[in-house]
């Protein structure tokens, strides 16, 4: 035998997991036979792999979870916040959390570092930030005022919030969303916090009462039920940021900033109820007017 034909032996031995010597037995580390993938990561030692692979099987990205834990600490200091009666820092932090959740799965598709410890990681931070402190803000803000109406409101809310985390777990659709995102829905209880407490700094300001709570406590249900409704929205995660983009774009990304720059409350607020209101409509507009102006568009009579 001449040696490309040892070399070639010597290739196959190391693939198949044989070494010089060994009889025609089972070939252990090869699950594909069976015909499944996985099974070759079963009969792999830890010894048969050298350490960035170790390392790699063992450990996790550091940079998107860390990102992801500081989302998660501020929906945290929102209770925390609220509870020492700071509301409008609680407001601010529930806001800061939707910026540090949009930026952590961006961070980790541009950098590559996607897992499922990092998804699930994701999921139980937003559950915390957008679910649990949004419904405890508005409560100890003005809900608790109603009694035995404002708790079940809120937890209306925060079980709605669980549900559609887990739906889009399942689902995993990120060209549109069905029902509206958990992030947006915090973004409105908490712009109405921020709008009725800014500029009251480390003063407390109760919320509304009465009437008022009543209303604030039926947005909050609502908000829950459109998370759960199966209405699509448009989702933002089609943005992107890595492909050019006409100059003009730019041009209007600084006019939006400066908008939002004159009264961020209530503008950012605005925006929001604008978006959790285009579902909706949406809806309406597929089932009761687009067949409406199709029928008559379709008639050869209609001229």
């Avoid at 540090?100 to 961006?106: E, K």
């Avoid at 940021?241 to 730019?250: A, D, I, S």
């Avoid at 607020?269 to 009761?288: D, I, K, N, T, V």
């Amino acid at each position: 035998m001449n040696d490309r034909d040892d070399d070639h032996d010597d290739t196959t031995l190391q693939r198949s997991g044989r070494r010089p010597g060994d009889t025609d037995g089972p070939v252990i580390g090869d699950g594909y036979e069976d015909g499944d993938p996985g099974a070759h990561d079963a009969f792999v030692s830890s010894e048969s792999l050298d350490e960035p692979d170790r390392l790699r099987r063992r450990g996790i990205y550091l940079l998107p979870n860390l990102i992801t834990t500081a989302a998660l600490f501020s929906g945290f200091f929102a209770i925390v916040a609220a509870m020492n009666g700071n509301f409008e820092t609680a407001a601010l932090a529930i806001f800061a959390a939707m910026v540090l959740d949009a930026a952590d799965g961006r961070v980790a598709r541009l950098t590559r570092t996607e897992s499922a410890f990092g998804a699930e990681y994701d999921s139980l931070s937003d559950m915390v930030a957008f679910g649990v402190a949004p419904a405890l803000v508005v409560f100890a803000w003005s809900l608790q005022a109603l009694g035995q109406i404002g708790w079940v409101a809120t937890f209306i809310y925060m079980a709605c919030a669980a549900l559609r985390l887990a739906r889009f777990n399942m689902r995993h659709d990120n060209s549109s969303f069905t029902g509206l995102a958990s992030p947006a829905a915090a973004a409105i209880i908490a712009g109405v916090v921020w709008v009725a407490t800014s500029g009251s700094g480390q003063e407390a300001v109760t919320g509304p009462e009465g009437f008022g709570a009543f209303l604030l406590a039926l947005l909050t249900a609502g908000m829950g039920l459109l998370m759960v409704a199966p209405v699509r929205y448009w989702s933002p995660k089609l943005f992107n940021f890595k492909g050019r983009v006409p100059f003009m774009t730019l041009v209007a990304a600084v006019i939006a900033y400066a908008v939002v720059m004159v009264d961020p409350p209530r503008v950012l607020l605005g925006l929001f109820l604008l978006y959790a209101l285009s579902g909706p409509a949406q809806w309406l507009w597929q089932h009761f007017g687009e067949p409406r102006f199709g029928s008559k568009a379709r008639d050869p009579e209609n001229k």
